[in-house]
């Protein structure tokens, strides 16, 4: 057997892929920069893998039909609800993967981004049986911590803007109370603690998985040279490399509950994403260990230094 028959992709049962990740990781952007090779079909969060069976999925996250109705589409057999509950009902969820990696044709591969995977072991560990192939996302966790609060703040303001004429006055009240109740440093408080907590359970997890089956990207090294990255993953995985893949194609629209709300904002892969928070955090807010955390998993490290004016807590 040649050395290369020894890769991911040339396996029989190669036929799934996870993104893991702490959500505001870029996982939405690696989904579409992923989904434009040949191979592979990535449609919008799943949530499967989150419960036990079919009709745990179904009551809890009703949403995720949407994603898997979009898989159908994808391979170019659109189907309905009431198919999809038809052909599930009864099914665990390793079976309901199983169902749907036998419509793909031959030689494609699913991949499943779902970052609320990382929340419980119990997840992942659904996931073993599939023999997938595990792609780690990590971001610095002020990215992380900064693209929450904005998004966070966006959210909130669209919302009481919605409250009539007066919302835009509520809004900027409500701003200065946000500040002075420090809710913002809250909002980052909580999404520290989450980044560490799900980054150790895929830490975790990915130590009892073989190294074939698995690689590491590092969000800030994607967006500055995603073709490259991209290479990196298809040597990890033995999928071969093709042109177009690490460029960002036309990304239809999605639902913003199925992934990132803002992703059509980006026109390109977006470079200065990479050191964006340097600008309102600075790494001496953090917690020792998220630090110690960082220091183990390689995060990248700003570049340049931090501006004088970035502020020491939040924004
Ligand atoms: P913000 O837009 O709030 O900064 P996820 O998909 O895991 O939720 O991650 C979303 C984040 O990925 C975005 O959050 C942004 O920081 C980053 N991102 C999305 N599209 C991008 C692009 N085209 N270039 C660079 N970064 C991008």
């Not at 009709?55 to 996250?61: E, L, M, N, S, V």
């Not at 960002?248 to 509950?257: C, D, F, I, K, R």
Request: with cysteine; hydrophobic share 40%.
């Amino acid at each position: 057997m040649s050395a290369s028959r020894h890769r991911w992709a040339d396996r029989d049962d190669a036929r799934l892929m996870f993104i893991l990740s702490s959500e505001r990781s870029g996982s939405t952007l690696l989904r579409f920069l992923l989904g434009e090779h040949s191979r592979l079909v990535s449609p919008q969060e799943l949530f499967i893998l989150r419960y036990p069976d079919f009709a745990t999925w179904r009551a809890r996250k009703p949403v995720a039909m949407e994603s898997v109705l979009e898989f159908f589409h994808l391979l170019g057999r659109p189907t309905s609800p009431a198919a999809v509950e038809a052909a599930c009902r009864g099914r665990s969820a390793v079976q309901v993967y199983q169902w749907m990696l036998a419509a793909l044709p031959p030689g494609a591969v699913l991949i499943d981004k779902t970052p609320a995977y990382a929340n419980e072991a119990a997840s992942l560990e659904r996931s073993r049986p599939l023999a997938p192939f595990y792609v780690w996302l990590i971001r610095h966790p002020l990215g992380v911590i900064d693209s929450q609060v904005r998004l966070k703040s966006k959210l909130w303001r669209r919302k009481v803007a919605r409250t009539g004429p007066i919302g835009k006055l509520k809004a900027n009240v409500g701003d200065v109370v946000r500040q002075v109740r420090r809710h913002d440093e809250g909002i980052a408080r909580r999404r520290e603690a989450k980044w560490v907590a799900q980054n150790r359970t895929i830490a975790a997890f990915l130590r009892e998985v073989a190294p074939g089956q698995q690689c590491t990207i590092y969000f800030e090294d994607l967006v500055r040279e995603p073709e490259r990255e991209v290479g990196r993953f298809c040597a990890a995985t033995g999928l071969e490399r093709e042109a177009r893949v690490g460029r960002l194609g036309s990304a239809p629209e999605m639902n913003p509950h199925l992934g990132d709300p803002n992703f059509h904002q980006h026109r390109q892969v977006d470079a200065e994403m990479a050191d964006d928070w340097l600008a309102r955090y600075q790494e001496s807010w953090l917690r020792p260990e998220t630090m110690a955390l960082m220091a183990e998993l390689e995060v990248r490290r700003p570049r340049v230094a931090p501006p004088p004016s970035a502020s020491q807590t939040t924004r």
